[in-house]
C-alpha cells in the first residue's frame, strides 16, 4: 500500500522453546496490519515432516487447516484470529516440504549434473519459498516466523538462509527480531540476562545481529536489565521489549503498541512510521473480555487431555463468550472415562457442551453416551466433525433403533453404517495429504437453526479434514425421527450439519467451523451456541 519494496521481518527464538513466538509474530502483523499495510505472516518449521497433518496432537497440538487445504501448525491459526487474514498453502513451510522439493528437482535433472548440497541449493530453496507469498501478489511486509530454538541442528539451514536475505535485501528490507526468556532466579532473588546474551551470541555467530529483542519475563524488567541486554548485545536500547505474561494473549498487541515495538520496526527499516494505530475495535474487545466476569461452563468431550490439541475450539468458545458478556470456563472431560453410571455427574452443571473432533477408536463410546445424555436432558450440544459423526451414530443406535449402527472407521464391517467413507477416499493409500481438506460451499436450509445462527445465509463455506461422511442412504430416515441435515455441498450432495430443530441447541457439523473464528469476527456457529448455553444457564439457576 504505502512500501514499493517488500520488507521480511524473520522471527526467531532462543533460550527456551514456547515462549509464544506465534503471539508475537501475530501480534506484530497486528499492528502492521492496523496501520494500514499488506501483510501475511508465515510460519517455517524445521522438523522434516510435509506437514503436521499425520503427527498426533500429543506431539503437537492441534492440526490447523487453511482455506486453501493445507494442514499446517496451529501458530497459523493465531495469525489469522489475530489479524482476520487468511494464511494459505505457501504460509507453512517445513524442512520435510523443501527437501521434497529440492529432491523432486534433482530427480527431473533440473540442477544439471551438480552436487545437491545444503549450502547452497536447500538455503536457497528456502530462500526461495520465504520470498514466494511476495512474488504471487504484493505484501508491505512478510513476516516469517522460525520455528525452534536457536541452536538447534535442524534450524542451521534456515538461519543460514536468513543471514544471506539480509545480506542481499540490504538492512532496511530484512530484520531480525529475536525473541528470548529472562529467567527469575527465586532464590538469589534476581532476574538473569545471561542466558539472552548467549542466545544473542550464538545468533552472531551465524552471522545474524538481532535489531530487537523480545524478553519473556514473569516479572517487571528494569530500565538497568534492559540497558545491561542492550549493552551485550549491541541492540539499542529502545529496541529491548519486555512482554511479561498477561492475562490473555489478546493482550500482547497493546503491550508492544505500548513499547513501540512496530514504531522501531518500521524506523528500522527506512519506513516513517506517523501515527500510532488506535486498535478501537480490538481494545473494545478487551474491555468487554476484561468485564465479562459471570462464568459460563462448558464441557470439552474429547480424548486429548492436551489444551493445545483443541486449540481454535478454545479460542472459538472464548471470542463468543465476550461478545455474550461471559468468561466461557472450558472443563475438559476425556471421553474414555465417561459411562453411562457417571456421565450425569462428569457433566453436572455444565452450561454447554461440545463433542470434539478426532480419529480412531479410542474414546468414541464416551462421546455417544455423552450425545445421549445432552439430547436427552436439553443440553446444548455442538459436535464437530468426529463429534457430529458421534451424534448421527447416536441418533441411529438410539432413536432409528439400529444398535449396531456405527462409522464404518470405526467397524469397517457394520451393517449399519451412518457414517462411511467417502467414495474418493476408498483408492488412497497414502495417509499424508489426503483428507478431504480445506473451505467447500454448503448449501443451508432455509428456516433451520444453523441458517438463522449464519444471518439467514444460505450458502456459506468452511473448512474440513475428514475421510468419512454421513451416509445419505439414510438421510430420510432421521429426517423422519427429527434429525435434520441442514446443511448439503451443493456439488457432491455431502451431508455437512445436521440438527435437531426441537431441542433447544443440538447441531453438529462435518466442518471445522474453529479454524475461521477471529477476534473481531466470531462464528455464527459460536455465537449462537454460546448464546443458547447462556439462556440454558439461567433456565437451569
Ligand atoms: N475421523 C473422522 C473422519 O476422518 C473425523 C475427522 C475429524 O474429526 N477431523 O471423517
Known amino acids: 500500500m504505502k512500501i514499493m519494496e517488500t520488507r521480511y521481518i524473520f522471527i526467531t527464538g532462543g533460550v527456551a522453546s514456547s515462549l509464544g513466538k506465534g503471539i508475537i509474530s501475530a501480534s506484530l ?3 502492521l496490519q492496523a496501520r494500514g499495510y499488506d501483510i501475511t505472516i508465515q510460519k517455517f518449521d524445521p522438523y522434516i515432516n510435509i506437514d503436521p497433518g499425520t503427527l498426533n496432537p500429543y506431539e503437537h497440538g492441534e492440526c490447523y487447516v487453511t482455506a486453501d487445504g493445507q494442514e499446517t501448525d496451529l501458530d497459523l491459526g493465531h495469525y489469522e484470529r489475530f489479524t482476520g487474514i487468511e494464511t494459505t498453502r505457501d ?34 530453496e528456502i530462500k526461495r519459498r520465504i520470498l514466494l507469498n511476495a512474488t504471487k501478489r504484493h505484501f508491505d511486509f512478510v513476516i516469517t516466523e522460525i520455528g525452534g530454538t536457536i541452536g538447534d541442528i535442524e534450524s542451521q539451514p534456515f538461519l543460514e538462509a536468513i543471514r544471506q536475505l539480509r545480506w542481499e535485501l540490504g538492512p532496511e528490507r530484512a530484520l531480525n527480531v529475536h525473541l528470548t526468556y529472562v529467567p527469575f532466579l527465586a532464590a538469589a532473588g534476581e532476574l538473569k540476562t545471561k542466558p539472552t546474551q548467549t542466545s544473542v551470541k550464538q545468533l552472531q555467530g551465524l552471522g545474524i545481529q538481532p535489531e530487537v529483542l523480545v524478553l519473556r519475563t514473569e516479572h517487571e524488567l528494569s530500565d538497568e536489565i534492559k540497558g545491561k541486554v542492550a549493552h551485550f548485545c549491541n541492540v539499542d536500547m529502545k529496541a529491548v521489549i519486555q512482554s511479561q505474561d498477561l492475562p490473555s494473549i489478546y493482550e500482547v498487541p497493546v503491550n508492544m503498541l505500548r513499547q513501540g515495538l512496530d514504531d522501531i520496526i518500521l524506523r528500522k527499516m527506512g519506513v516513517e512510521p506517523g501515527p500510532p494505530p488506535e486498535l478501537g475495535p480490538w481494545r473494545d474487545f478487551l474491555e468487554r473480555r476484561k468485564q465479562a466476569t459471570e462464568e459460563l461452563r462448558i464441557a470439552l468431550v474429547g480424548k486429548y487431555d492436551l489444551q493445545d490439541a483443541y486449540k481454535s475450539i478454545l479460542e472459538s468458545l472464548a471470542h463468543a463468550g465476550t461478545y455474550h458478556d461471559r468468561k466461557v470456563k472450558t472443563t475438559f472431560v476425556n471421553s474414555e472415562h465417561i459411562t453411562r453410571e457417571n456421565v450425569a455427574e462428569q457433566l453436572q452443571g455444565m452450561a454447554g457442551v461440545v463433542i470434539c473432533p478426532g480419529f480412531g477408536q479410542r474414546g468414541i463410546e464416551g462421546k455417544i453416551i455423552a450425545a445421549e ?15 457430529m459423526q458421534m451424534m448421527v451414530v447416536e441418533f441411529a443406535r438410539n432413536v432409528l433403533g439400529y444398535a449396531d449402527a456405527n462409522s464404518s472407521e470405526m467397524e469397517p464391517d457394520t451393517p449399519h453404517n451412518v457414517i462411511d467413507m467417502m467414495e ?6 497414502q495417509m499424508g495429504g489426503t483428507m478431504r481438506l480445506g473451505a467447500y460451499g454448503c448449501e443451508v436450509r432455509k428456516g433451520s437453526r444453523a441458517w438463522k445462527a449464519y444471518g439467514e445465509k444460505e450458502l456459506i ?14 438421510l430420510s430416515q432421521f429426517e423422519d425421527k427429527g434429525m435434520n441435515c441442514v446443511g448439503i455441498n451443493p456439488q457432491t450432495g455431502l451431508v455437512e450439519i445436521v440438527e435437531i430443530p426441537s431441542h433447544p441447541w ?8 474453529e479454524y475461521s473464528s477471529t477476534v473481531l469476527h466470531p462464528h455464527p456457529l459460536f455465537m449462537d451456541f454460546v448464546k443458547a448455553c447462556c439462556s440454558k444457564r439461567r433456565d437451569s439457576k
Open 373 to 387: 445424555y445432552t439430547r436427552t436432558h436439553g443440553i446444548p450440544t455442538f459436535g464437530i466433525c468426529l463429534g
Open 424 to 429: 474418493e477416499q476408498k483408492s488412497i493409500t
Open 91 to 124: 504460509n507453512s513451510v517445513t524442512t520435510g516440504k523443501i527437501y521434497l522439493s529440492v529432491i523432486e528437482k534433482e530427480r527431473k535433472g533440473e540442477y544439471l549434473g551438480k552436487t545437491i548440497q545444503v549450502v547452497p541449493h536447500i538455503t536457497d
Open 506 to 513: 443440538y447441531v453438529g457439523t462435518q466442518f471445522h467451523p
Open 461 to 474: 463455506r468452511e473448512r474440513h479434514r475428514h475421510r468419512y461422511e454421513f451416509n445419505n442412504a439414510y
Open 29 to 31: 502483523g497486528k499492528l
